[in-house]
């Protein structure tokens, strides 16, 4: 299909609808997980622009401090970028009140410990603490993820709205691993179970390696606002000893943000 730059053969290229602040966010949109380090061509090309467009909006996101250029010519997100989005509030304050708890749950494991939000129908990893024996995992500070496959996923999921649940269920559910959940009745029964536990259990759904545990926090009025999990390796994963500290560490949590239990 064409594009805004792509004009019949022989032909003009047509103009592009897009304002000067959509090709601008478009550029950084570039840039994700699978795609941190990007020539000028790879830019033009993932943001639907042409390359004398593409170089002249780099520059000026260069300049600024949003990109940042290597020796090889090749783009990455800029410190600047990092810096405006640490001042996010769910960023900040809910970090801040996490990170005694997550680095209790990290002493009393040593396996990864993730704090992640909900965006849409994702979960997006805003914390991790790491151990060197720990096993190697996807989720990185700033990935992405369903929220189905995900313990952090389920577990803000399993306690969302019924119309997000429904969203989620009556969509296509990708799978990462022959593991993931991609059966919707098996999804409810997960959450169902989740509910009742305290805690969301994904066995190997991301990574064939890897179990987590995950419970959700709560912020003041019992607003839904994180998911704390531990990831350990498949072979050692016991989540029904797990699960227990990981609740403890959510609700340390949910308190700190100023839940208050009924």
Known sequence: MATADQGRRGGPAAPDPRSAADRLLDVLGAFDQDNQ????????????????????????????????????GVYRI?????ETAALAPRGVVLRQAAMPYLEDLYEATHENVHLAVRDGTDVVYIERISGRSAVGVRSQVGARWPLHATGVGLALLAHAEADLQEQVLGAPLAAFTPYTVTDPARLRRLLAEA????YAVSDRQITDDAVSVAAAVFGAGGALVAAVSVVVH??????????????VAARGISRALGWQPR
């Open 78 to 82: 800029g410190l600047r970028l990092w």
């Open 195 to 198: 509910r009742r536990t305290g």
């Open 37 to 72: 380090a990007l020539t000028l061509t790879a830019v033009a090309r993932r943001a639907g622009l042409r390359l004398t467009t593409a170089h002249r909006l780099v520059g000026t996101l260069t300049r600024w401090g949003a990109l940042e250029r290597d020796q090889a």
């Open 234 to 247: 498949a072979e050692d994963a016991h989540p029904r000893q797990l699960g227990p500290a990981v609740r």
